[in-house]
């Protein structure tokens, strides 16, 4: 759901040996029921290989005062049950949410004439209030 696009916000953490971890942040409408809903999309997500597992990405709650300031009534992104371990972790300090059993129905670009244009995932929803 990235491929081409532009966060309004990046968040980048830097130490002594450059980017430590990045976030990208973009506000979407996203269809609840029958309703649309703009939020922010959170994504673009990273820690660099030698710092993960030490709780460098606890610094996600940076993004709570953005989130409030954009508007949205939460941030949400959607990751592989790969890593439901790993994001539970968050849910356990109040940071976030991971919900599952959601379908969630996104389009390719219409450039991918061997795909259908309506993909549905089982996929983990992460909401962050």
Known sequence: SWVGARPELRAI?????GIAAHLGL??????????????????LYGVRPDLEGL??????????????????????GTVRHALRNHLERFGRHGLMTVVS????????????LHLSATRVEDVLVVVMP
């Open 26 to 43: 973009l506000r979407r409408f996203i269809k609840v029921g029958a309703v649309d809903l703009l939020v922010a999309e959170l994504g």
């Open 101 to 112: 059993g959601v379908c969630v129905r996104s389009t390719h670009p219409q450039v991918h």
């Open 55 to 76: 709780g460098i990405a606890r610094s996600i709650h940076v993004m709570s005062p953005v989130l409030h300031e954009l508007g949205v009534p939460f941030g949400f």
């Open 13 to 17: 953490g830097y130490d002594s040996k």
